[in-house]
């Protein structure tokens, strides 16, 4: 089956307004038109709005990096998905670092993929084993118990895109390697199939994350189970994003 690659950056908590709107645009000037990949930006809340008039006449998507399951109320500090929904199409959940750093359950993020799917987000959901459970040969168990848990009560998985991100690769400038992640992907699209059914299995779009980097990108790109790439570091350097799009753009044949 032909899946869309996918590059998606992740600036988390960097540049002010006026910084993403001109990093905005130097993506897009680094960008060969139509290309056959999805590009999808995900920037602080408070640029979601300038940044979707800036690629309003581009094909780059826009995404949040979190979102709160409520649709509103005294949440001080939240973000709801309808809030978002005007701007974006994309929303990251469950990334490690709203885990580690901000305590988010497996509980809580499969309420917020609940709330997105019904306000028409498509869910990038954030798996991954820290170096303890790698060590311990633990690694498959924890991101397919984190899968299943994640998407308890959810019964279609339509636009879904899971993001295999290690906690230990996340920054550090160790990124996993090739075999590993491929070992992983396989096991996550195998637990897709088994709780969706082979045809969701097979189109469920699987990213890799963590210390992607122009230089290391292909590697991965190449691997016909991994279907594009999360980038944190590498999206906040236009030449860096551009090239790697290019690289999925080349890997993938199209
Ligand atoms: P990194 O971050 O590319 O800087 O390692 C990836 C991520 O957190 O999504």
């Known amino acids: 089956m032909k899946r869309t690659p996918l590059i998606a950056g992740n600036w988390k908590m960097n540049t002010t307004v006026p910084e993403a709107c001109s990093l905005a645009k130097a993506i897009l000037a680094g960008m060969e038109p139509a290309d056959g990949t999805e590009t999808v930006i995900c920037p602080p809340f408070v640029s979601l709005a300038p940044l979707h008039e800036v690629l309003a006449e581009s094909p780059v998507k826009l995404g949040a990096q979190n979102m709160y399951f409520k649709p509103k109320g005294a949440f001080t500090g939240e973000v709801s998905a309808s809030m978002i929904k005007p701007f974006c199409s994309y929303v990251i959940l469950g990334h490690s670092e709203r885990r580690q750093v901000f305590g988010e359950s497996n509980e809580l993020i499969n309420a917020k993929i609940i709330a997105a799917v019904e306000a028409g987000l498509k869910p990038i959901l954030c798996l991954g ?65 088994g709780m969706y059914g082979t045809g969701a299995g097979e189109e469920v779009r699987l990213l890799y994350g963590g210390s992607v980097t122009a230089e290391n990108a292909a590697s991965y790109l190449s691997q016909p189970v991994i279907d594009g790439a999360l980038l944190g570091g590498a999206s906040l350097d236009p030449d860096q994003f551009t090239t790697i799009i290019k690289l999925a753009a080349a890997a993938k044949n199209i």
Do not use: F, H
């Open 129 to 193: 084993e820290s170096l303890e459970q790698r060590k311990a040969g633990k690694a498959v168990d924890t991101v397919t118990g984190q899968l299943l848990s994640c998407l308890a009560e959810i019964r279609q998985t339509s636009g879904l895109v899971i993001a295999y991100e290690p906690v230990w690769a996340i920054g550090t400038g160790v990124n996993a390697g090739v075999d590993e992640v491929c070992q992983i992907m396989q096991a996550l699209r195998a637990a897709v199939a």
